[in-house]
Structures are given as C-alpha cells and as structure tokens.
C-alpha cells in the first residue's frame, strides 16, 4: 500500500521508470506489487513573483518499516530520480497508523 507521491518531476520521465521503481521497491519493503501505487501530482512552483522550474519532492506515504527500510527505499528513489535528469530530490514519509487508516470503512 505505499502511495509514492511525485511532483516537480516531467511525468513523461516518470512513466518510462515506473514498472521498474517499483520492482525494486517490492524486493525492498517486501510486499506485492498490487500495493504500489504512483501519482505524479502537476504543480506550479512560484518564487520571488515568478514561475520557477521548481525542485523534486516524493512523498511516501505508508505503514512504518522501520529505518533501514525507510532508508533503503529513499536511496532507491533517489538513484531513479538522478538516472533521469535531475541532480536534487527530496524525499519524504508520511506515516500512517492502522488505527487511523481505513480501506471499505474497516481500518487495519
């Protein structure tokens, strides 16, 4: 179930990695691919009254994993994002908890 969230990111640059991106993350946190899902968001980034070309965020939004999973998957993401062009990402968690998560009104 992890949500992985990318904006500041061409998605004609995302969608060559995807299948890829997440074989890699199925092996690393070690769940089935029908988990994954990949939502580039558009977003237009401002600065000082302008529109600016902006910078990568991804977000990934799952149950905890503890750190060395948490860390192996930011490593992954970051390889794909410098492999298609981009120098700077930055990457972040967003943790849900079961009690608080529900899927058809049931939570985990």
């Known amino acids: 179930m992890p949500q992985i969230k990318i904006r ?9 990695i995807s299948t ?12 089935p691919e029908n988990y994954f899902t990949i939502e580039h968001i558009p977003s237009v980034f ?6 600016d070309n902006g910078y990568p965020f991804v977000e990934v939004a799952w149950f905890d994993r ?3 999973i ?7 993401i970051t390889t794909f994002i410098h492999n298609i062009g981009y ?17 058809n009104g049931k939570h985990f």
């Open 8 to 16: 500041g990111i061409d998605k004609e640059k995302i969608l060559p």
């Open 20 to 31: 890829e991106l997440i074989n890699e993350l199925k092996d690393i946190i070690g769940c």
């Open 46 to 51: 401002i600065k000082n009254g302008l529109i």
């Open 66 to 68: 503890g750190q060395q």
């Open 70 to 76: 948490q860390d192996k998957v930011a490593q992954c």
């Open 87 to 103: 120098n700077d990402v930055d990457i972040f968690f967003t943790v849900f908890k079961e009690n608080n998560y529900y899927e």
